[in-house]
């Protein structure tokens, strides 16, 4: 099946949480959190090595409202049920609809770490993707030494399956480093 057919529901609730495609207007809050986390996020991400501006977070906010609906890209955004307060972001890249596989990646507001937000959301993404989008594999990769961000998928019983040795540049881009594998399989 052709994936621009498949119908990807733009919302995904849990218990506690909203999990929705990326929309016009969104990139105000978006901005906000990676302010409010630019410190956390630097080693990590490469997107966070300077701060964006708000028109620079809607642009990306847009961009992946169309990478969704291409299916190229599944970013969920994900916001608080009760309070509608913005948590992060979440959802599906590198996806191979041939097999099907994707991974799963993720960043949340640093005010709101520790509170089992980004474990609730990878865990509904997972079981969406194997149930939803019929996936096969679902992988997270992270850098070695990114603990928080390992512990999402070693919570939630996912495999690592391997560590590749100087596989990838840093967030900064200035030296190598190694990428955890995790996957589950159907």
């Known amino acids: 099946m ?5 119908n990807i529901p733009a919302e995904i609730e849990t218990d506690r949480l909203l999990l929705r495609r990326p929309e016009p207007g969104d990139g105000e809050a978006v ?3 990676i302010k409010n986390s630019i410190d956390e996020l630097r080693p990590w991400m490469p997107f966070a090595q300077t701060t964006p501006t708000v028109a620079e977070s809607e642009s990306e906010a847009r961009e992946a409202h169309i990478r969704f609906l291409k299916r190229e890209k599944l970013r969920y955004l994900l916001f608080h ?3 509608n307060a913005f948590i992060g972001s979440s959802g599906f890249h590198n996806i191979d609809w041939e097999v099907p596989k994707c991974e799963i990646g993720y960043w949340i507001d640093t005010k709101f770490t520790g509170l ?5 959301a990878v865990d509904a993404l997972t079981a969406f993707a194997f149930s939803d989008l019929n996936c096969n594999r679902v992988e997270i990769r992270c850098e070695e030494k990114n603990l928080k961000s390992r512990a ?16 990838d540049l840093s967030a ?9 594998i995790y ?3 159907k």
């Open 2 to 6: 052709n994936p621009i057919l498949m």
């Open 31 to 33: 901005n906000q959190a």
């Open 81 to 83: 049920r009760e309070t």
């Open 183 to 185: 996957a589950k399989v």
């Open 172 to 180: 900064d881009g200035k030296h190598l480093t190694n990428t955890c």
């Open 116 to 120: 089992g937000y980004m474990k609730e």
């Open 152 to 167: 999402i998928p070693e919570k939630l019983g996912y495999e690592l399956e391997g560590i590749l040795k100087k596989d």
